[in-house]
């Protein structure tokens, strides 16, 4: 059930057992609500949302954290794959609240480790008034929806205006 990694610096460490739920939850600092949710988590949201839309070059919405389990939390400049790993996208993520904002373009892969701290930092050094204030201004500014179908259910997703699907800008 429980066992330990011995790194090469000499630190023991609990593996993770992915089988049970408890000890994950303690050792990843994950939480109850994201691991046991019947909502669809942010990432399969995320992709099936590229996914259904044939993985356009860019695209840029809105989802509520009340229909999501946010599962990306903390994560700001991140790549991700799609398609099996035929598309790679850089993901730019906020939480504006009471949205989470996605902004998608489709690139190569690329190290964002250092713009991810970067744009983490800044958000920590403003308080986060600004992603607020972003968040309240989305919830007049909204004019578009659409609905993303994932194993978990339909999520709604939020669009300042309609995409011209396959456009590059």
Same mark, same amino acid.
């Given at each position: ?36 949710? =019947? =909502?669809? =988590? ?51 993520? @906020? ?10 373009? =489709? ?31 989305? @919830?007049?500014?909204?004019?578009? @929806? ?9 999520? @709604? ?13």
């Amino acid at each position: 059930m429980f066992s330990w990694n011995f790194l090469s610096r000499g630190i023991l460490r609990p593996k993770r057992d992915l089988k049970n739920p408890f000890i994950y939850i303690l050792q990843t600092g994950g939480t109850c609500r994201t691991l046991f949710t =019947k =909502k669809p =988590k942010a990432s399969e949201v995320l992709t099936c949302h590229l996914e259904n839309n044939g993985c356009p070059p860019w695209t840029s919405y809105f989802v509520k954290y009340e229909s999501i389990a946010n599962d990306q939390r903390g994560r700001s400049h991140f790549n991700w794959a799609v398609g099996g790993g035929k598309h790679n996208y850089h993901i730019l993520r @906020t939480g504006c609240y009471p949205y989470i904002k996605y902004h998608c373009s =489709k690139r190569p892969y690329q190290d964002l480790r250092i713009e991810d701290t970067f744009f983490r930092v800044i958000k920590v050094m403003n308080l986060g008034i600004p992603c607020l204030a972003y968040g309240i201004a989305a @919830t007049y500014l909204i004019r578009h @929806t659409e609905e993303v179908h994932t194993p978990k259910g339909s999520v @709604t997703i939020y669009f300042l205006y309609p995409e011209d699907r396959g456009s590059s800008f």
